[in-house]
C-alpha cells in the first residue's frame, strides 16, 4: 500500500520527480527515441496544472560517478520544453548550492530538470547522505520512474525515508497492467522472449515456462537453448554459461524454438545471409534471424492467445536483412485481440521502428524492472514507497491509497 499523486496537495509546493529519462542518445547527446519522455508528461502536466514547483531527475547511460558530457541532459530537456511546450530549466549538477539557488527561484508551475544523477557515484551505491541533499529541495518525492523501480538507488530508494513519497501516474499504469500477468492472466498466456543473454532472463524464464501455457523462444538466446539440445549453431552467438540452465528447458512442451533461421557468412548487415533449417547451420557461419517456418509457428500461437508478454527482439532487427522475424511477430501481436504487453528495451525501440506501439495495450519503460516484477520478486522502490506510506500516513489526510 503506498499513496498516489492525487493524495498530496501540491499548490505552492516543492514536489521532487523522479522521472525515467535515460533515452537513447547519439554522441552529440541528441535524443534518439523519446518514448520514455513523453511517458512522463501525465505526471508533469498535471502537476503543472495544480501549480506545483516542479524539480525533476534522472540519469542517462552509466557514466559510473564521473561527468561525462554526451551524458548531459540538456539535449533531454530541449525535447522536454518542446513536447510541453513550456521552459524546462536545465542545471548542471543535482546537488549542491548552485541547485539550491536554482530550485529558490523557481515559481509554481515551472520545471527544472537537474543534471545526470548518476554524475555521483552515490547515487548507485543508494547513499542515504545524496538521498538527503536531493530531498532538501523538497515538500513531496514522486516516484515515476519504473524502469529504475528493481533498483536500491539514493533517487528512487533512500530518499524515501526523508519525504512523504507516492507514485505517478507512469508507475501506477505499469503496475496496474503488469500485475494480472502475474497474478491472473487470461489464458491461453503466451510469452515471446527474445534479445541477447539468457543469464538476463534467467528467472523469468524458470517462471513463465511454470506459469505461461506457452514460451517461444527467439533472438540470440535460442541459439544456447538449440546447441544445449545437440544442435551446431555455427558462429552464432552462445553463452556457454547458460548451457545446463537451458538444458532443464529445451524438452518441455511449453517451450518452442526456432526450426529454422536466417544465416550469415559475418556479423555485418550486408553480410551474405541464406535460409536454412536449424539443423543445417555451417560451421562458419551465424544466425542473425529467424526463419520463415518459424515464424510461421510462432505466429498460429500467438493467434490463439488471450494473453500476449513480449520481451526482446528475433533477430538483429536494426538490420533490414535480418528484421523480418522481429517486424512479422511485432505484426502478429499487434494484430491479435489478446492482452499485449511489450516488455521494455529493444522491445520498445522495435515496436516503433514499425509503427506497432499504439496497437498495444501496454508498453513497459522498464525492460530489468518488467521482467523482475514478473518473476515475482519485490521491486526496491516500489517496497521504498510501502516503507514511507507507513511513515508519513499519519501526516496526509484524506487520503486514498494505492494498494
Known amino acids: 500500500m503506498f499513496f498516489g499523486i492525487e493524495d498530496f496537495d501540491v499548490k505552492n509546493k516543492r514536489v521532487l520527480v523522479r ?3 535515460n533515452v537513447p542518445v547519439n554522441d552529440n547527446g541528441l535524443v534518439i527515441d523519446d518514448s520514455r519522455i513523453k511517458e512522463a508528461l501525465p505526471t508533469i502536466e498535471y502537476l503543472v496544472k495544480k501549480k506545483a514547483v516542479i524539480i525533476l531527475m534522472s540519469h542517462l547511460g552509466r557514466p559510473d560517478g564521473k561527468v561525462v558530457d554526451k551524458l548531459r541532459l540538456n539535449k533531454v ?3 522536454l520544453s518542446e513536447l510541453l511546450r513550456k521552459e524546462v530549466k536545465k542545471v548542471d549538477d543535482c546537488v549542491g548550492d548552485s541547485v539550491v539557488k536554482a530550485v529558490n527561484n523557481l515559481k509554481p508551475g515551472e520545471i527544472i530538470l537537474l543534471e545526470n544523477l548518476r554524475f555521483h557515484s552515490e547515487e548507485e551505491k543508494d547513499d542515504e547522505d545524496f538521498a ?6 523538497a515538500d513531496f518525492f514522486v516516484n515515476d520512474a519504473f524502469g529504475a523501480c528493481h533498483r536500491a538507488h539514493a533517487s528512487v530508494h533512500a530518499i524515501t525515508e526523508f519525504l512523504p513519497s507516492c507514485a505517478g501516474f507512469l508507475l501506477e499504469k505499469e503496475l496496474t497492467n503488469l500485475t494480472p500477468l502475474l497474478e491472473a492472466p487470461k489464458r491461453p498466456f503466451v510469452v515471446v522472449l527474445g534479445g541477447v543473454k539468457v543469464s538476463d532472463k534467467i528467472g523469468v524464464i524458470t517462471k513463465f515456462v511454470e506459469s505461461a501455457d506457452k514460451v517461444l523462444v527467439g533472438g540470440a538466446m535460442s541459439n544456447t537453448f538449440l546447441k544445449a539440445k545437440g544442435i551446431n549453431v555455427g558462429l552464432s552467438k552462445v553463452e556457454g554459461s547458460q548451457l545446463d540452465f537451458a538444458k532443464k528447458f529445451v524438452d518441455n512442451k511449453k517451450v518452442v524454438l526456432p ?4 544465416i550469415a557468412d559475418r556479423f555485418e548487415e550486408d553480410a551474405s545471409s541464406d535460409v536454412v533449417d536449424i539443423k543445417d547451420i555451417e560451421d562458419d557461419w551465424l ?10 509457428n510462432f505466429k498460429a500461437v500467438i493467434k490463439d492467445a488471450k494473453t500476449v508478454f513480449w520481451n526482446g527482439p528475433m533477430g538483429v532487427f536494426e538490420w533490414k536483412k535480418f528484421s523480418s522475424g522481429t517486424s512479422e511477430i511485432a505484426k502478429a501481436i499487434a494484430k491479435s485481440k489478446a ?3 511489450g516488455g521494455g528495451g529493444e522491445t520498445v525501440e522495435a515496436l ?8 498495444m495495450t501496454h508498453v513497459s519503460t522498464g525492460g530489468g524492472a518488467s521482467l523482475e516484477f514478473l518473476e515475482g520478486k519485490k521491486l526496491p522502490a516500489v517496497t521504498a514507497l510501502e516503507s514511507s506510506y507507513e511513515k508519513f500516513k499519519n501526516n496526509i489526510k ?3 491509497t494505492i494498494k
Not at 544466425?287 to 510461421?296: C, F, N, S
Not at 516503433?352 to 496497437?359: D, I, Q, V
Open 398 to 400: 484524506n487520503v486514498t
Open 339 to 341: 492482452v499485449k504487453v
Open 132 to 137: 538527503k541533499k536531493l530531498s532538501s529541495f
Open 287 to 296: 544466425a542473425l534471424d529467424i526463419g520463415p517456418e518459424t515464424i510461421k
Open 77 to 79: 530537456a530541449e525535447r
Open 19 to 21: 522521472v525515467d529519462f
Open 352 to 359: 516503433n521502428k514499425f509503427k506497432l506501439a499504439k496497437k
Open 259 to 262: 526450426v529454422d533461421c536466417v
